[in-house]
């Protein structure tokens, strides 16, 4: 069982950065790719950015501004989300899943989720 505890949301102004964690427990043993979706008040939750051994994935939405990484030792990953837009505001959930067409999917394991507001 793979457990995920988010951490690093937050409030910024427009064109600011934040850095979210997520910190793996539990079975680390498998290759699970790691990454983050996003929900935003009355919309679907939507794929992020993933990172696995084949590689790191984002959306369209977020290419070019948002970097992922993973540090193995820690069991952590982190997306280091950079110029910041109003409409970045959403809860960030934390994932554990397989890449499938690009994207992070058939997911195993959640995580709480953790508040950005990015205000204009």
């Known amino acids: 069982q793979v457990q995920l505890v988010e951490s690093g949301g937050g409030l910024v102004q427009a064109g600011g950065s934040l850095r979210l964690s997520c910190a793996r427990s539990?079975?680390?043993?498998?290759?699970?790719?790691m990454g983050w979706f996003r929900q935003a008040p009355g919309k679907e939750r939507e794929f992020v950015a993933a990172?696995?051994?084949?590689?790191?994935y984002f959306s369209d939405s977020v290419k070019g501004r948002f970097a992922i990484s993973r540090d193995n030792a820690k069991n952590t990953v982190y997306l280091q989300m950079n110029s910041l837009k109003p409409e970045d505001t959403a809860v960030y959930y934390c994932?554990?899943?397989?890449?499938?067409?690009?994207?992070?999917?058939?997911?195993?394991?959640w995580g709480q989720g953790t508040q950005v507001t990015v205000s204009s």
């Open positions: 994932a554990a899943g397989t890449i499938v067409r690009s994207a992070l999917d058939k997911v195993v394991a």
């Open positions: 990172h696995s051994w084949s590689g790191t």
């Open positions: 539990g079975r680390t043993s498998d290759s699970y790719a």
